[in-house]
């Protein structure tokens, strides 16, 4: 996936197009924590400028006023924070799987004031689901104090696992589903949840592969990551006791 070059913001705090995602002068700071915000990535400049008309002439975007009630967010939108994102350390996340199962890897990049940290890796066989989870934790562990932490994630196998209680609930019910089951992928929900108790995480859910720069660039880490020569095997997945998903 080429990268873009060009960052059009349709709706959020200075509307235009930008030439860079990170930084103080970057299209983030217009549209992180920004309600109703409006953006995407592009080629060209010409795109960019055809978006920001587009969305201002033929889309009318209605911005919730404070204290209105809030709608449940469904399987298709971007779930809608219910605090201020804009003083948190942002972390986009990603994981790729070539076959689910297969060769594996993951992706994360976290937005600091000195610059953006890029990390990733890979496992020879493993699932699109492990590589998600990683993605949060290795993002997490890299935050040295208990911080505030918006984390976006295109994985709605683990932003609802967080934010509507099912990993907590499998937990504490020995790792049992409310169908009977087993919960899978135990060794990563441990280690998420007890990320999670250490730091202020938000998880906000992004589509993905919809011009989201931080998200594209996670998956350009993680597949990258999964095409690596000569990955080593993924012990939680290969020597798991239900290695299906």
């Not at 217009?30 to 969305?55: H, M, N, P, S």
């Not at 940290?117 to 890299?142: D, H, P, W, Y």
């Not at 949840?193 to 880490?221: I, M, T, Y």
Request: charged share 25%; with cysteine.
């Amino acid at each position: 996936m080429a990268n873009k070059k060009y960052y059009a913001v349709a709706v959020g705090r200075q509307p235009g197009i930008y030439t860079q995602w990170f930084g103080e002068a970057g299209a983030q700071n217009q549209v992180v924590g920004f309600q109703g915000a409006r953006y995407k990535g592009f080629q060209t400049r010409e795109e960019a400028r055809d978006f920001i008309r587009d969305r201002c002439s033929g889309e009318k975007i209605r911005v919730k006023p404070p204290g209105q009630s809030k709608t449940r967010p469904t399987a298709t939108s971007t779930v809608k924070p219910d605090v201020s994102l804009a003083d948190r350390t942002i972390i986009y996340t990603d994981g790729s799987s070539l076959g689910n199962p297969g060769p594996g890897g993951y992706g994360a990049v976290i937005s600091l004031p000195e610059g953006n940290r890029e990390l990733s890796g890979g496992f020879r066989k493993t699932t699109n689901n492990r590589m998600e989870l990683l993605a949060c934790i290795v993002g997490l562990e890299q935050l040295e104090s208990p911080s505030a932490v918006a984390l976006y994630s295109d994985s709605r196998y683990v932003v609802d696992g967080i934010t509507r209680g099912w990993a907590r609930r499998w937990r504490q019910n020995n790792w049992s589903k409310g169908s009977g089951g087993k919960a899978l992928n135990i060794d990563l929900w441990e280690r998420l949840l007890s990320l999670c108790d250490r730091h202020d995480v938000h998880f906000v859910w992004v589509k993905g592969h919809a011009g989201n720069p931080g998200n594209e660039r996670c998956d350009q880490l993680a597949t990258q990551a999964a095409n690596r020569p000569d990955l080593p095997a993924d012990d939680g997945y290969e020597t798991g006791p239900s290695p299906t998903s």
